[in-house]
C-alpha cells in the first residue's frame, strides 16, 4: 500500500497483518481519487475508521487543508500515526482515538466537505453514521460522503437530507457509494 499522488506519492504506508484492518487498496483508491479528481484541493476532511490513514493521507497529499483522523481502535491510532510521520503530513493531521459517534458529536461545530467512511464489513455501521452525519450537519453544502462497504450491505437512497448520487462495484466484496446533500 502506498500514496499514489501529490507531495507524499510513492510513500510506503504500513499495513496490518491479520483481518482486523481491511485497509482500501492501491487500485480502489487511486479509482476513487481519480473520481474526486481535484475537488479535493484546500477542503477539509473527515476520516472515520481510519485503520491505517490511507484515504485521509492521499487527500493530504493531494492537496486538502486538514484531515480528521478517527478510529476506537488503539493499534489503528498508532498504525495512523506512524504513516501520518512516515508521510511529514502531521502538521495538517488531527488524530482522535475515540469511536465515530463522539467524534461526529465533537466536530459538530465544524463543517467538512469529504467524509470517508470505511467501517468493519459486515456490522451495519453505515445506515446508522449516515444518520448521525445527517443529524448533526457536519457535512459542507457541496460536501461529499464516500463510504467503502460489503456490496451485501444495501445502504437506502436517501437518508435524511443526503442522497445517494454514484455507487461503483469493484469487486466481489467492495463497493463504493457516494452521497451529498440534496439540492
Do not use: Q, W
Amino acid at each position: 500500500m502506498r500514496v499514489i499522488s501529490g507531495k507524499a506519492r510513492g510513500t510506503k504506508l504500513e499495513c496490518p497483518t491479520g483481518d482486523n484492518v481491511r485497509p482500501t487498496t492501491d487500485r480502489i483508491k487511486e479509482s476513487l481519487f481519480n473520481i474526486i479528481n481535484m475537488d479535493i484541493i484546500d477542503t477539509n476532511v473527515l476520516d472515520l475508521f481510519c485503520g491505517t490513514g490511507a484515504l485521509g493521507i492521499e487527500s493530504l497529499s493531494r492537496g486538502a487543508n486538514k484531515c480528521v483522523f478517527v478510529d476506537k481502535d488503539k493499534r489503528s491510532i498508532e498504525m495512523t500515526k506512524r504513516n501520518i510521520l512516515k508521510t511529514k503530513l502531521m502538521d495538517y493531521s488531527i488524530i482522535e482515538n475515540i469511536d465515530v459517534k463522539t467524534a461526529i458529536s465533537k466536530h459538530s461545530k465544524e463543517k467538512f466537505d469529504y467524509i470517508f467512511l470505511d467501517p468493519p464489513y459486515n456490522r451495519n455501521f453505515c445506515m446508522e453514521v449516515l444518520n448521525l452525519i445527517n443529524e448533526s450537519e457536519i457535512l459542507n453544502e457541496d460536501g461529499t460522503i464516500v463510504i467503502e462497504h460489503n456490496p451485501d450491505e444495501v445502504l437506502e437512497e436517501v437518508v435524511g437530507h443526503l442522497n445517494r448520487v454514484k455507487e461503483k462495484k469493484y469487486n466481489k466484496t467492495t463497493m463504493i457509494s457516494f452521497y451529498k446533500l440534496e439540492e
